[in-house]
């Protein structure tokens, strides 16, 4: 919201204004070998306070991850991070852990492994840690990830051709959803009726032929 109004009121003429939102982006001239170069600069945070508080390894892992996903799909390169965090105490011993929750101890430790795995293993390089502490968080975990990006402001475009071409496919995969559809419906009407015109045999069958009638009548 605050980024809309200093928009209108004139203070943001270097934001690139998208249909795309994945990331903050702005357009800055960059320096290339001598060759003056627009640029788009992208920042982006992820917040994954409760998967972390929950699942430390995981959720940290994936709040680094989440906020390299958007600008890559911004068509951007990814090149530093960083990690601001809080929690409570978690020097307190496991008998003072509130109900419900896990070891402040265990929620650092593990939550640090899981966002210096995902850095690693991608190649991302964490400039600045920052994990605050304070008894506040022991009701809730903060776990924030932010990465900076840029791209040539060039590479960064969308063909109308492209666009037609996903709509094609689009259109494609949704006719043959519903020809499957049918052919479900078909197979169910056909097994319903093959099941009542056996069910119509079995009743056949049990029913006495009516041309031995009288002599299954007959007493010996």
Not at 157 to 176: E, G, R, S
Not at 192 to 213: A, D, F, G, L, M
Request: with cysteine; proline share 5%; aromatic share 6%.
């Amino acid at each position: 919201m605050a980024m809309k109004k200093m928009r209108r009121e004139g203070h943001l003429d270097d934001l690139e204004v998208s249909d795309e939102i994945n990331a903050c982006s702005i357009m800055v001239d960059v320096d290339v070998d001598g060759k003056n170069e627009e640029w788009l600069v992208m920042f982006k945070n992820e917040t994954h306070n409760h998967p972390t508080e929950i699942e430390p390894f995981g959720g940290a892992a994936t709040c680094l991850g989440g906020a390299i996903r958007d600008p890559l799909s911004g068509r951007s390169y990814v090149y530093q991070a960083m990690r601001v965090t809080g929690a409570a105490d978690p020097r307190l011993p496991i008998s003072q852990t509130m109900e419900g929750k896990l070891p402040q101890r265990k929620i650092v430790t593990k939550s640090a492994h899981g966002y210096s795995s995902y850095g690693n293993q991608i190649g991302l390089a964490t400039g600045l840690v920052r994990e605050i502490y304070h008894p506040n968080y022991v009701a809730k975990r903060m776990e924030i990830g932010a990465v900076i990006a840029a791209a040539p402001k060039k590479n960064v475009f969308v063909k109308p051709l492209i666009q037609a071409i996903i709509l094609y496919y689009l259109v494609a995969a949704q006719d043959v959803m519903v020809v499957a559809v049918r052919q479900a419906h078909l197979r169910s009407i056909q097994q319903n009726q093959s099941t009542h015109v056996v069910q119509k045999c079995k009743k056949v069958i049990r029913q006495p032929n009516e041309k031995y009638s009288d002599y299954l009548e007959m007493k010996p």
